[in-house]
């Protein structure tokens, strides 16, 4: 079982910055491939990027160049740079895990966190 926690949400303008944080619990961290996704409102919850045990990174197009998914085995922490934000990336930002490499499907990741908030004022 791996019980997740994010932090790090909050208010900020257009093309300010925020780091969203994902604390897990679990002795085997180092294993699971690690994504952030997000939801606003009236609106399904989508991919934003992910990260497999051995580093290697996916991020869903509107983000590339914008957005940087990182981890620390050791602190089992992985977090969202968000830098460049936009009005549009507004949402509830979440933190999964799985066993298995990167994919982009919500209903492939095993564990979720409660999510935390992020809302980029125009």
């Known amino acids: 079982q791996v019980q997740l926690v994010e932090s790090g949400g909050g208010l900020v303008q257009a093309g300010g910055s925020l780091r969203l944080s994902c604390a897990a619990s679990?002795?085997?961290?180092?294993?699971?491939?690690m994504g952030w996704f997000r939801q606003a409102p009236g609106k399904e919850r989508e991919f934003v990027a992910a990260?497999?045990?051995?580093?290697?990174?996916t991020y869903r197009d509107s983000v590339k160049g914008r957005f940087t998914i990182s981890r620390d085995n050791g602190k089992n922490t992985v977090y969202l740079q968000m830098n460049s934000l936009k009005p549009e990336d507004t949402a509830d930002y979440y933190c999964?895990?799985?066993?298995?490499?990167?994919?982009?499907?919500?209903?492939?990741?095993?564990?979720w966190g409660q999510g935390t908030q992020v809302t980029v004022s125009s």
């Open positions: 679990g002795r085997t961290f180092s294993s699971y491939t």
């Open positions: 990260i497999s045990w051995g580093g290697g990174r």
């Open positions: 999964a895990a799985r066993r298995g490499g990167p994919v982009v499907t919500t209903t492939l990741y095993d564990y």
